[in-house]
């Protein structure tokens, strides 16, 4: 069985409503390898920004999807099915519920997050 790397991540809802976020500063503040903060809620999801370099493991989200934008570096994300999707700065992707996927970036990578508030960011089960 394969040893989950250790992630940041933090769940805590950093900023509300009519506040300014700076993704370029909260990204430069992130110093672990796999980073994930919780910015904002928008209706039932929640936006956070991850910087992360490295594998995520496999893992599943059975009741939410999510979506993913690079601002900066490269995403691989991984299907269970043998596909790869190549996301570079300024493309996004959504992986539907249900469905096992990784993510991977071979340089440090910012990327947006947007996903349903009641999910498990290191997966169900």
Known sequence: MQQRQSYDIDLGVRYGFLELIDTDAIARAATSRWSNQS?????????RLGVVEGEFHWHKHDREDEFFLVLSGELAI?????????LQPG???????GQVHRTRA?????????????????GDG
Do not use: K, S, W
Not at 39 to 47: Q, R
Not at 78 to 86: A, E, Y
Not at 109 to 120: A, K, Q
């Open 106 to 122: 071979a340089v440090r990578t910012v990327m947006l997050m947007v996903e349903g508030g009641t999910v498990e960011p290191t």
């Open 39 to 47: 910015l904002c809620t928008v209706n039932d999801c929640v936006i």
């Open 78 to 86: 991984d299907l269970d099915d043998g596909t790869t999707v190549r």
């Open 91 to 97: 493309q996004g992707y959504a992986v539907p519920r």
